[in-house]
């Protein structure tokens, strides 16, 4: 049997209200997940070609990864270059290299970073580089980062006709400068002395500018510059490399 009193149907209908209302809130009370983080992939390639009174041609390309969340960053890379002029070679090289940032604090982070070289014309036929160590952020937020690092490092390498294992210390420092959506500059440095004869040492160091042209292709310009104290025999102490490429981001 149903009451037909008017109050006993509102005080239905504002329960019924009620329920809804803590429903909802319920739900978006509750802790959304957290978006895992994604890695942003690029690819770059450029190509230098002369026909004619000169007879030349360049090929350069890489690959680049990062993937950051608030404890972890994770960057990996490859670059290759090859070039002839007349006939005979006269650039071979391929770098790759891993680091992992472990985050302490928002600026400390301890990391460890493997690198691995091959320069033919340089007659260095490998150098593998691994090196932990600890590093901290000057800057950092979502269009600035400036950080340096620095710890011990191993250096195997076969150079010329020897090979030979050594200890270093290795010194770094990254910056990187987004102006707007379509255009940031990114500056690198790292320098390792061998630690028990110091007129061994290597310097590395990178400038660039990538600027968009469309949501997924960028032009991308840097300069390397690589420079080994103690060089193979017959081989000159600095390469320079100025590179300009197409770059896709997937």
Do not use: C
Request: charged share 25%.
């Amino acid at each position: 049997m149903t009451s037909d009193n008017p109050s006993h149907g509102l005080a239905r209908g504002i329960f019924a209200a009620i329920a809804v209302i803590g429903s909802v809130t319920t739900t978006f009370g509750q802790a959304q997940p957290e978006v895992p983080p994604a890695w942003e992939k690029s690819a770059a390639l450029g190509l230098t070609m002369t026909r004619g009174n000169s007879d030349t041609l360049l090929f350069t390309g890489n690959v680049l990864g990062t993937k950051k969340s608030k404890v972890d960053e994770w960057m990996l890379g490859a670059d290759a270059s090859y070039g002839k002029n007349e006939g005979v070679k006269n650039n071979e090289t391929l770098h790759g290299f891993a680091q992992y940032n472990r985050l302490f604090t928002e600026n400390w982070y301890g990391y460890g970073r493997l690198d691995g070289m091959h320069d033919a014309i340089a007659d260095l036929e490998y150098r593998f580089t691994l090196s932990p160590g600890i590093g901290y952020y000057f800057i950092k937020n979502e269009s600035s980062r400036l950080s340096l690092e620095g710890g011990p490092a191993f250096i195997y390498e076969r150079q010329g006709t020897k090979s030979r294992g050594y200890m270093a210390f290795r010194a770094g420092e990254k910056f990187e400068q987004k102006f707007n959506e379509k255009t940031k500059i990114w500056q690198t440095l790292e320098f390792l002395p061998q630690v028990d004869r110091l007129s061994n040492y290597i310097l590395n160091g990178e400038i660039g500018v990538d600027t968009a042209l469309t949501k997924k292709l960028s032009l991308r310009t840097f300069l390397q510059d690589s420079y080994d104290n103690e060089p193979a025999p017959g081989r000159k102490k600095n390469d320079l490399k100025l590179v300009t490429a197409l770059a896709y981001k997937f």
